[in-house]
C-alpha cells in the first residue's frame, strides 16, 4: 500500500514539474526558517540558564535619567554598593556595568 502511495506521489511530481518545484522550495524554505526559529528561542532562553535563583534577580531603575543620555537602566553609580551595604539581607551581591 505505501508503495503504491509513493507510485502515485513520484506520478504526480513528474506531471506538475514546476508546481512541485516550487512546493519543494517553500517546503525546504520553511523548514529551513523554523529551524532558526527553534534555534534563537532556544539560545535566549539559555541566557540566563546559569544563573542561580534567577528568579530573583532585580534589575534597579531610576527616574532620574537625562533624555537622550545613556539608557534607561541607568542609576546613580555608587547606589549598588550603597544598598548591599546598608541592606545586607536583600541585597546578597550587585553587579556595576561601565
Known amino acids: 500500500m505505501l ?3 509513493i507510485l502515485i506521489a513520484v506520478r504526480h511530481l513528474a506531471r ?3 508546481f512541485s518545484v ?3 522550495c517553500c517546503l525546504a524554505l520553511g523548514i529551513t526558517f523554523v529551524m532558526i526559529i527553534g534555534l534563537y528561542v532556544r539560545n535566549q532562553e539559555g541566557v540566563n540558564g546559569g544563573i542561580r535563583d534567577a528568579g530573583n534577580q532585580y534589575m534597579i531603575r531610576s527616574k532620574w535619567k537625562v533624555k537622550g ?3 534607561d ?3 546613580i ?3 549598588a554598593k550603597t544598598m548591599k551595604e546598608e541592606y545586607p539581607a536583600l ?3 550587585y553587579y556595576r556595568s561601565l
Open 22 to 24: 516550487i512546493m519543494v
Open 73 to 75: 537602566i541607568t542609576t
Open 91 to 93: 541585597v546578597a551581591n
Open 3 to 5: 508503495k503504491s502511495y
Open 69 to 71: 543620555l545613556g539608557m
Open 16 to 18: 506538475h514539474r514546476f
Open 77 to 79: 553609580g555608587p547606589l
